[in-house]
């Protein structure tokens, strides 16, 4: 009898072992992701406020700014053409109306300067000048003393004033973000710079600190520390997507969970439909401008197909959902927000966008006022995790290749961005670049930060609560204080989430990785046993 040839033999080992490595590469993609290596974005380090006179003393009791004011920070001054108006209101079930009749935009000058080389003062040469229109923003802290503002800049022609402020992405689309509701003034910060290091631009915005002078009557007075913030808006340098065509039937796309609103176009989505989720979608990007009946429904209907797989109890159909989200980007938004206790995300200022012919991302994330033990109602567990409970995430975690890829991106995490020693850091340089800026602002706000005798529409209270009979007042004011609870909430809660990710996937319903296929069992089977056994047979 003819014997097979050694080389054929030889071959079919190799053909093998290649078939089995790739069989095990499939089988567990999870091993397979990036180092975690940071990406610092545009954040610079945070230099230290080594100022040795007193913070308060070219801030006169009515607030009025005298000459000699000079801060380590950038300073932003707004002119504003008359009041800024009270253009919405809120029903009592959070839905967010727009009075018809009132325009709410006004028109106004800002000037920005900065002296990266020293400190800066209000009369400086500006490094940034700008005709704007101007509005206050929030939902919750549209009732606060301390106003925040967007802004949209434009040239003396009235086209759009596109520019690059302070190192930010080009736009002309601002946020000024001073909420009462953070006394520490660094949830935001410390939240939107770690997120920066690990997803970029497309997972957070760019924020820079400064401080806001109101211009008026020839005056100045001061309005209190703020980070001038990039607006969520599509862009090469914010979110990264296409630019919708002017005669087309499909876009990339920016959407928004969060309240029903007229201010935006509401979809009818799945989710929506059957009952998922309470909070709607809202369309971002495109603008009111360039979108057409035609897109919005090619929007609706897009997303609408992720919602209608993902709450799917029919394996073949949930399994499909990897085909259209970017699995490592809902788990980075996951882990992100939960690490810090953001809880709001997920229902509210919850972003999405989606370029064209790509699958569908979730981020930037968005506003950490309530995050890290600040929510008003309730202390917040640091023993046990919540945003597996949220719209979309609460499908997710039912899949046990999801949990897989949770739990070993978080090891990656805690070795780089999520690192304690790290988030100490930044917490150290900020605190010591705040050092004076703070105070002012405590001063300036001193009945809102200080003085909570009863609750106020005007601040943001912190409720109490009962253990034994025995009242905990949760309101401190104490600047140390608040920076000490950020630093043990985060400390506390950080050590559990490892353990919690593990209880999750104990509780999974589904296993979409490609080894829970019986298909690939049956032929890694064969592939283990036997082609050794053919190439045994050929021997004899």
Same mark, same amino acid.
């Given at each position: 009898?003819?014997?097979?040839?050694?080389?054929?033999?030889?071959?079919?080992?190799?053909?093998?072992?290649?078939?089995?490595?790739?069989?095990?590469?499939?089988?567990?993609?999870?091993?397979?992701?990036?180092?975690?290596?940071?990406?610092?974005?545009?954040? +610079?380090?945070?230099?230290?406020?080594?100022?040795?006179?007193?913070?308060?003393?070219?801030?006169?009791?009515?607030?009025?700014?005298?000459?000699?004011?000079?801060?380590?920070?950038?300073?932003?001054?707004?002119?504003?053409?008359?009041?800024?108006?009270?253009?919405?209101?809120?029903?009592?079930?959070?839905?967010?109306?727009?009075?018809?009749?009132?325009?709410?935009?006004?028109?106004?000058?800002?000037?920005?300067?900065?002296?990266?080389?020293?400190?800066?003062?209000?009369?400086?040469?500006?490094?940034?000048?700008?005709?704007?229109?101007?509005?206050?923003?929030?939902?919750?802290?549209?009732?606060?003393?301390?106003?925040?503002?967007?802004?949209?800049?434009?040239?003396?022609?009235?086209?759009?004033?596109?520019?690059?402020?302070?190192?930010?992405? *080009?736009?002309?689309?601002?946020?000024?973000?001073?909420?009462?509701? @953070?006394?520490?003034?660094?949830?935001?910060?410390?939240?939107?710079?770690?997120?920066?290091?690990?997803?970029?631009?497309?997972?957070?915005?760019?924020?820079?600190?400064? *401080?806001?002078?109101?211009?008026?009557?020839?005056?100045?007075?001061?309005?209190? &520390?703020?980070?001038?913030?990039?607006?969520?808006?599509?862009?090469?340098?914010?979110?990264?997507?296409?630019?919708?065509?002017?005669?087309?039937?499909?876009?990339?796309?920016?959407?928004?969970?969060?309240?029903?609103? @007229?201010? @935006?176009?509401?979809?009818?989505?799945?989710?929506?439909?059957?009952?998922?989720?309470?909070?709607?979608?809202?369309?971002?990007?495109?603008?009111?401008?360039?979108?057409?009946?035609?897109?919005?429904?090619?929007?609706?209907?897009?997303?609408?197909?992720? *919602?209608?797989?993902?709450?799917?109890?029919?394996?073949?159909?949930?399994?499909?959902?990897?085909?259209?989200?970017?699995?490592?980007?809902?788990?980075?938004?996951?882990?992100?927000?939960?690490?810090?206790?953001?809880?709001?995300?997920?229902?509210?200022?919850?972003?999405?966008?989606?370029?064209?012919? %790509? +699958?569908?991302?979730?981020?930037?994330?968005? @506003?950490?006022?309530?995050?890290?033990?600040?929510?008003?109602?309730?202390?917040?567990?640091?023993?046990?995790?919540?945003?597996?409970?949220?719209?979309?995430?609460?499908?997710?975690?039912?899949d046990r290749e999801f949990i897989?890829?949770? +739990?070993?991106?978080?090891?990656?995490?805690?070795? %780089?961005?999520l690192n304690e020693e790290h988030?100490?850091?930044?917490?150290?340089?900020?605190?010591?670049?705040?050092?004076?800026?703070? +105070?002012?602002?405590?001063y300036r706000y001193a009945a809102?930060?200080?003085?909570?005798?009863?609750?106020?529409?005007?601040?943001?209270?912190?409720?109490?609560?009962?253990?034994?009979?025995?009242?905990?007042?949760?309101?401190?004011?104490?600047?140390?204080?608040?920076?000490?609870?950020?630093?043990?909430?985060?400390?506390?809660?950080?050590? &559990?989430?490892?353990?919690?990710?593990?209880?999750?996937?104990?509780?999974?319903?589904?296993?979409?990785?490609?080894?829970?296929?019986?298909?690939?069992?049956?032929?890694?089977?064969?592939?283990?046993?036997?082609?050794?056994?053919? &190439?045994?047979?050929?021997?004899?």
């Amino acid at each position: 009898m003819r014997r097979r040839s050694p080389n054929r033999r030889i071959l079919l080992l190799i053909l093998w072992i290649l078939a089995c490595a790739l069989l095990f590469i499939l089988s567990f993609p999870r091993f397979f992701t990036d180092n975690g290596i940071l990406n610092p974005g545009s954040y +610079k380090t945070l230099e230290k406020d080594s100022s040795a006179e007193n913070p308060l003393k070219y801030v006169g009791t009515d607030f009025s700014v005298k000459r000699g004011f000079h801060t380590n920070l950038p300073i932003v001054i707004l002119e504003i053409d008359g009041e800024l108006p009270e253009y919405k209101y809120f029903t009592d079930n959070g839905i967010e109306i727009s009075d018809k009749d009132i325009e709410p935009y006004t028109f106004g000058k800002m000037t920005v300067i900065y002296n990266e080389n020293g400190e800066s003062t209000p009369f400086d040469t500006p490094i940034y000048e700008s005709g704007i229109k101007i509005k206050k923003r929030g939902h919750t802290s549209m009732a606060f003393d301390k106003p925040q503002y967007k802004i949209k800049t434009f040239l003396p022609d009235g086209t759009n004033n596109d520019a690059s402020i302070l190192g930010m992405g *080009e736009g002309n689309d601002w946020i000024l973000n001073g909420s009462l509701a @953070d006394k520490s003034l660094i949830r935001n910060y410390l939240a939107y710079r770690i997120c920066s290091e690990v997803g970029g631009n497309d997972l957070s915005p760019d924020v820079r600190y400064c *401080e806001v002078l109101l211009k008026s009557d020839g005056g100045l007075k001061y309005n209190g &520390v703020y980070l001038l913030s990039e607006s969520i808006d599509a862009g090469p340098e914010r979110v990264n997507i296409e630019k919708t065509g002017k005669k087309t039937d499909y876009t990339s796309y920016i959407i928004r969970r969060d309240r029903q609103t @007229d201010f @935006d176009v509401m979809l009818s989505t799945y989710g929506r439909l059957h009952g998922f989720s309470d909070q709607y979608i809202g369309i971002k990007y495109p603008g009111k401008t360039k979108l057409t009946e035609s897109l919005i429904r090619y929007i609706e209907k897009d997303y609408s197909i992720t *919602e209608r797989i993902l709450y799917s109890d029919r394996l073949n159909e949930y399994r499909l959902y990897k085909k259209f989200i970017d699995t490592k980007s809902f788990a980075d938004y996951f882990l992100l927000n939960e690490f810090f206790g953001n809880y709001d995300a997920g229902e509210h200022s919850t972003y999405m966008y989606k370029d064209s012919g %790509s +699958k569908l991302c979730i981020g930037p994330v968005w @506003d950490f006022d309530q995050a890290m033990n600040n929510n008003s109602l309730e202390e917040m567990d640091t023993d046990s995790i919540a945003f597996h409970t949220k719209p979309l995430f609460d499908r997710l975690v039912l899949d046990r290749e999801f949990i897989n890829i949770l +739990k070993d991106r978080y090891v990656t995490l805690r070795k %780089s961005a999520l690192n304690e020693e790290h988030i100490n850091d930044i917490i150290d340089e900020t605190v010591a670049c705040l050092r004076s800026a703070r +105070k002012r602002e405590w001063y300036r706000y001193a009945a809102d930060y200080v003085h909570y005798d009863e609750p106020s529409p005007g601040n943001y209270y912190l409720q109490g609560y009962l253990i034994d009979g025995i009242e905990i007042d949760r309101m401190n004011d104490d600047y140390d204080q608040e920076i000490y609870n950020i630093r043990n909430y985060l400390h506390k809660h950080s050590l &559990v989430i490892q353990e919690s990710l593990t209880e999750l996937y104990d509780s999974t319903r589904f296993d979409t990785s490609p080894g829970g296929y019986n298909v690939y069992f049956l032929i890694l089977l064969f592939a283990v046993f036997a082609v050794p056994s053919l &190439v045994i047979n050929q021997r004899k």
